[in-house]
């Protein structure tokens, strides 16, 4: 019988540049997540939600910690990320508590797509079981915030359709159709994809409220409103697929921000949260375009796409002009060093 290897030490293999951009990436968002866990936490009333948040702050702390470790050990650059000194626990409540919530389930949705194609892009040993705990962590925290939203009435399911009689082969090319003419019923697929970009753009439109309302640099607060305003279509736009097709569209199950006017977020964060918000839309945008199988779907999606990149463009380059933003680590410039 073939003994297995033993493991490779990783102190003799020298990080990648996926691994390096996997950490750096991921030590970015969770020192952003950190902030705002901390301040829910300081405010949080409600008994259910506040255990779940003082756990997934720890969580997001483990993770800093583990990241500082691997980088220390290979003498890299510890980023600066995102600190206490970007959160102001003296500001009034933004958000009330069932917000918290929410942030934690999207956060852990979010974190098991972007967990397990990181996993994916790494052979190093201790950062392969690094990043494969904390797809795990992500994985339970989303359930148990799934299970708690469920019982306090706060998630929406998605559309429920027939289950089929018998498998089905496709036999038109007009299943493809749907720009004119007659539309074939949305299949599961496609209905998962629209529910869920609802869902991620209810979110948006709630935290750019917020920001927008406690912004007192103008700019900032007419470029907050402006990405508001394209979550806003996206949600008008998916819910009108669903009502077109006889099923109920998705509506939120109550507001969730407060009538503070007192910023609890440095402009710094609250770009950044944006510019995490932005990537999401693309990424996710262009999967359900990838998987949408009627032209008119196709056709939104690569109109919503559009705006939403040049909205990213537009927010990037206030984030470097006010020089907020942090380099991700860069290859060796050759040609430089050549001259």
Known sequence: MTQPQPHVKPTNIELSSTEIGGLWSIY?????????????????????????AQKALHISQQRLDR?????????FPIPDGFTDKDV??????????????SFIYMANR????????????NVRLDVLDFFNECLHTSTELFGQAVKLQLEKGLYDRPPKMNYPNQVEYVRKTTFLD????????????????????????YFAVLVMLGFAQVMQDKELQRHILR????????????????????LLGTVTVGMEVTESTTS?????????????????????ISHAMALSMRADLIAHYSKI??????????TFDIVVDRGWLEQPPLSTDRQQLLR
């Open 28 to 52: 970015m968002q969770e020192s952003m997540t950190v902030c705002f866990l901390t301040y829910f936490i300081h405010h949080l009333q409600d008994g259910d939600i506040l255990p779940m």
């Open 67 to 75: 990241i500082r470790s691997i980088f220390s050990k290979e003498n």
């Open 88 to 101: 102001n626990l003296s500001a009034p409540p933004l958000f009330h508590d069932a917000f918290a919530l």
């Open 110 to 121: 979010m974190g098991m797509i972007n967990y397990a194609f990181t996993s994916s892009n």
């Open 178 to 201: 749907g720009i004119m003419g007659d539309k074939r019923p949305l299949n599961a697929i496609e209905l998962s994809e629209i529910f869920f970009n609802i869902e991620r753009n």
């Open 227 to 246: 990405g508001k305003k394209i979550s806003e279509k996206q949600v008008e736009l998916f819910n009108k697929l669903l009502m077109d097709e006889e």
């Open 264 to 284: 609890p977020f440095s402009d710094k964060l609250i770009m950044a949260m944006i510019n995490i918000l932005n990537a999401v839309d693309i990424v996710l």
């Open 305 to 314: 796409i559009g705006e939403v990149m040049l909205y990213a463009k537009d």
